[in-house]
């Protein structure tokens, strides 16, 4: 079996992808077929590619770029190595990095969904009470906010649902209960309630609602969603939570192989 000393002689992923779509010569395949049965490395290398290549080719793409990286990296911090080594060890880079797929296939469904509950955690905030200060003491809105400023959000939450049966086009309390869902843990009815503010375009909680819907996707592992939200926050020119939002597209774009 190969060994550290025979690196020059691993496969590359050119060589593996070409294998894999069976684009390769006939002298070359029987090659790879003859390397194959003596290098544990390759063979296992290959097996993984060829699992991500059949479950998921955008993640295969995503992976080939980071395979790259992975190696410039290693390139840039031993110099002296990868001149020894020539070429072959390039290759053998290459190699540790396909062995790294399944941990890169956890990203995007584990480690990724953790990386946005971790978000999530960061950044919520209750927001504000904006409305008991219009309520007189004892008015159904005003309870609901007591609860709501207790931080008795389950209560909370049913108190917003009362008002909400008695007057659905009560704004103050669907977004008030958005929030309080998303605090409660039920960032799905969280998700339906500020995504209903959000229907009135000149919702004076316009932006708050797009801001904790961004956080509710976060909570609720929809990290593409959050992707593709807090980029329309932080491009969306003097939106009150555009740098915050930035901040969190930003982090959603890093590969875990490059922290």
């Not at 909400?164 to 009815?189: H, I, K, M, R, W």
Request: proline share 4%; charged share 20%.
């Amino acid at each position: 079996m190969t060994t550290d000393n025979h690196a020059s002689k691993h496969l590359s992923l050119e060589q593996m992808h070409g294998y894999l779509n069976h684009s390769l010569s006939a002298d070359e395949e029987r090659m790879i077929d003859e390397h194959l049965a003596d290098c544990d490395i390759c063979l296992g290398a290959l097996e993984e590619l060829d699992l991500v290549q059949q479950a998921d080719p955008e993640a295969l793409e995503a992976h080939q770029h980071l395979t790259e990286a992975f190696a410039e990296n290693l390139e840039k911090q031993q110099p002296a190595e990868q001149s020894r080594g020539g070429l072959g060890w390039l290759k053998y880079a290459a190699v540790i990095a396909v062995l790294l797929i399944p941990a890169y296939l956890l990203w995007p469904d584990g480690d990724n969904a953790a990386a946005g509950k971790a978000l999530f955690a960061e950044n919520f905030e209750p927001y504000e009470d904006v409305v008991s200060v219009r309520s007189g003491e004892g008015q159904p809105m005003a309870k609901a906010m007591e609860f709501y400023n207790e931080e008795d959000y389950p209560a909370a939450s049913q108190a917003f649902e009362t008002l909400l049966q008695q007057n659905a086009s009560n704004e103050p309390a669907l977004f008030y209960l958005g929030v309080s869902l998303l605090a409660s843990g039920d960032d799905a009815t969280a998700v339906q309630k500020l995504s209903q503010v959000l229907e009135n375009a000149n919702s004076p909680f316009k932006e708050s609602a797009e801001w904790f819907l961004l956080l509710a996707h976060l909570a609720g592992d929809n990290t593409a969603e959050a992707t593709r939200l807090s980029e329309q926050l932080a491009k969306e020119p003097g939106h009150a939570y555009g740098a915050k939002a930035e901040v969190i597209f930003n982090e959603l774009q890093v590969s875990p192989f490059l922290h």
